[in-house]
């Protein structure tokens, strides 16, 4: 008798707490590459809250979920690249604050068609001969990428223009975030890219890393090599981790309206996010913070420090989150 009351004041308390949050939504959106992440602890989440929350997550693109969120249309906002110049301003215009968060770390893997024999590394000045802006209707064969290459079609895919990856490649492979050349196949669908590369022998594309190790039967990752090194680096766990992969290593985030974080379900949803995040993302494919970062992050969220550490430029190449997070604290 003893066990039951007991059974039927924790069940009380339980749905007590519960109570609150039954119905409510928390809206996400933004990129393809945070996705998984996102997704995967959102399922979480709602387990931990005997589905009394909804978490949904959108995909139209860092940019484009930047659209949604300066506007004041969802609680949080996936991004594969800090917040750029154009969305601070939107933000500010529509009075949004926002608390940025790193959740992982992701390399950014280059892929051709597993049939490709001859591409057994490429360097950052021959992606940027194949990417630079006035390549566009001029190199269209691999020879001209190196001569030792066959003369076949390069038949390239990559991420739409409202990607964050899309931002990010382009900085840090041409020097200028956009800046790329215009005759490729472009989808904010990664799967798409998938499929692209798979279909053609001279395909080559580029997304984030959780992505390849999903469909390695279909396609062959290839090595980058370093400015200043000799041999080409995979994207693989360790070398995303240690930075060893550059420039194509760079870190992953959620950012959160403020207003919304007032909200108590979505304060659960955000301190459940950094608590399993890294271990979630992990999961999915991707690489975890240190956990000295999501400490940090928890922190910034804790306090409401709103604003970016990269000071709103966008796309930033070769910088380690935990640093920026340990300056500013």
């Known amino acids: 008798m003893k066990r039951m009351s007991l059974w039927l004041s924790l069940t009380t308390i339980l749905l007590g707490s519960l109570a609150g949050f039954a119905g409510t939504l928390i809206k996400v959106d933004g990129s393809s590459t945070v996705f998984p992440i996102t997704e995967a602890v959102a399922e979480e989440f709602q ?4 589905g009394q929350v909804n978490v949904t997550v959108g995909i139209s693109g860092t940019g484009g979920g930047f659209k949604k969120f300066c ?20 933000c500010g215009k529509n009075a949004v604050d926002y608390i940025e968060l790193p959740v992982a770390y992701d390399g950014l893997a280059v892929v051709v068609n597993k049939a490709n024999t001859w591409v057994d590394q490429l360097t950052v000045a021959e992606l940027n ?27 390239l895919f990559g991420p739409g223009t409202d990607s964050g990856t899309f931002d990010y490649f382009t900085e840090a492979i041409n ?7 215009t005759d490729f196949t472009p989808s904010e669908d990664d799967n798409i890219l998938v499929q692209g590369v798979s279909s053609e022998i001279g395909g080559l594309g580029y997304f984030g890393v959780a992505y390849y190790e999903e469909n390695k039967d279909k396609l062959k990752v290839v090595p980058i090599v370093p400015e200043g090194a000799a041999k080409g680096v995979e994207p ?15 870190p992953l985030f959620i950012y959160v309206n403020k207003a919304s974080a007032k909200k108590p379900e979505v ?6 996010y950094l608590k399993n995040g890294g271990q979630l993302a992990k999961e999915v494919g991707y690489i975890a913070l240190p956990d000295t970062a999501y400490d940090l992050a ?15 430029h966008g796309a930033t190449v070769g910088v380690k989150i935990e640093d920026l997070l340990a300056k500013e604290k």
């Open 71 to 90: 506007a004041g249309e969802i609680d949080l906002s996936d991004a594969s690249r800090p917040i750029k110049p154009s969305e601070f301003a939107l």
């Open 47 to 50: 387990k931990a809250e005997s």
């Open 129 to 155: 001969k194949m990417w630079a802006p006035e390549a566009t209707g001029k190199v269209t064969k691999w020879n001209q990428i190196r001569t030792s290459f066959p003369n076949k079609p390069i038949v």
């Open 267 to 272: 304060k659960r949803f955000i301190e459940f």
């Open 298 to 312: 928890a922190k910034r969220f804790a306090k409401g420090v709103t604003g970016s550490v990269f000071g709103g």
């Open 236 to 250: 693989t766990y360790d070398n995303v981790k240690d930075a060893v992969y550059q420039p194509l290593s760079r």
């Open 175 to 181: 020097g200028k975030s956009g800046a790329s050349r």
